[in-house]
């Protein structure tokens, strides 16, 4: 298995500047055994009663701050909450921070971070001034989106970003880039789903900056996860468990779900409570345990995501997918379209 196996060419105006408008009318490419067209609207028809869907309920943080150190400007981006309530982080120029530092943050007087330990990934731990809402404040003040670098953006995100690159699933503040397949779903669509009898659980991955970095060895098992932390707490567990006992698939809405829920897995599929970081990493040959389909976005070439959805879908089926959608002019990447896509033995 090499780098380049997961490669494919992607003519630039397939990459989506702007989500579709509503959102349900992205198309959606169902992968199974064959291809077929639709649109995201017509997931409940592509469910069962009894399925349950399982989406990431993470908010995504005005990420990028500009700090000072003295006279120094430091481009801070945050990465992921830490379990003793500090944030490791990737900063511009880190090379000048020392621990100790007191960094100052423009747009927001109150808020500074104390430089608590330089990572061996070349990223800080930051432990902030502030906790809770007035850290969660603070940050609307001083920071902005960190959107994809795909995304073009010259004078930087706008109001309609906001919203448009945040789920309707939102309520826990931590992720620096969206569960993109989630963006997909409206209240409408939700309760076209309930009334099919698809049943709804939410878990939390809190996406960090390291989704955004490349593979860059040439043999993709050499490459090392940022981890990412998450929650699956007890009675999600226990819900998701019995749906699928009862017969019922378990889907996964994006890469970030199925990670944890693919962590949080016992060896016979069952799941257990989770509550730390996951650097799970999935390459074919991988054998899936609690996750029966996956709806997701199209991703990069070379990138962790199309590694994954090959070692979920088959890396044939996924190369045949995607140059169909590309021939069929589906839009790609974080605004772009769907795929809802069924598991392959291939490996």
Known sequence: MELADFDFDLPPDRIAQHPARPREAARLLAVGAGLADHHVRDLPDLLAPGDILVSNDTRVIPAQLSARRGAARVGITLDRPLADGSWHALARN????????????????????????????????????????????????????????????PAGPGAEDAEDYQTVFARHDGAVAAPTAGLHFTPGLLAALDARGVRRATLTLHVGAGTFLPVREGDPAAHRMHPERGVLDAATAEAINEARA???????????????????????????????????????????????R???????????????????AGLGRMRAAYAHAIAAGYRFYSYGDACLLEPTAEG
């Open 246 to 292: 009862a017969g019922g698939r378990v889907v996964a809405v994006g890469t970030t779900s199925l990670r944890l829920l693919e962590s949080a897995a016992a060896p016979d599929g069952t799941l257990r409570p989770f509550a730390g970081e996951t650097d799970l990493f999935i390459l074919p040959g991988y054998r899936f345990r609690a996750v029966d």
């Open 294 to 312: 996956v709806l997701t976005n199209f991703h990069l070439p070379r990138s962790t995501l199309f590694m994954l959805v090959s070692a979920f």
């Open 94 to 153: 880190a090379r000048r921070l020392r621990v100790g530092d007191v960094l100052a943050f423009e747009g927001a007087p109150a808020l500074t971070a104390s430089v608590a330990a330089r990572a061996d990934d070349g990223g800080v731990r930051l432990r902030f001034s502030l906790a809770g809402a007035a850290f969660a404040a603070a940050l609307r003040q001083a920071g902005s989106l960190a959107l994809p670098p795909y995304i073009a953006r």
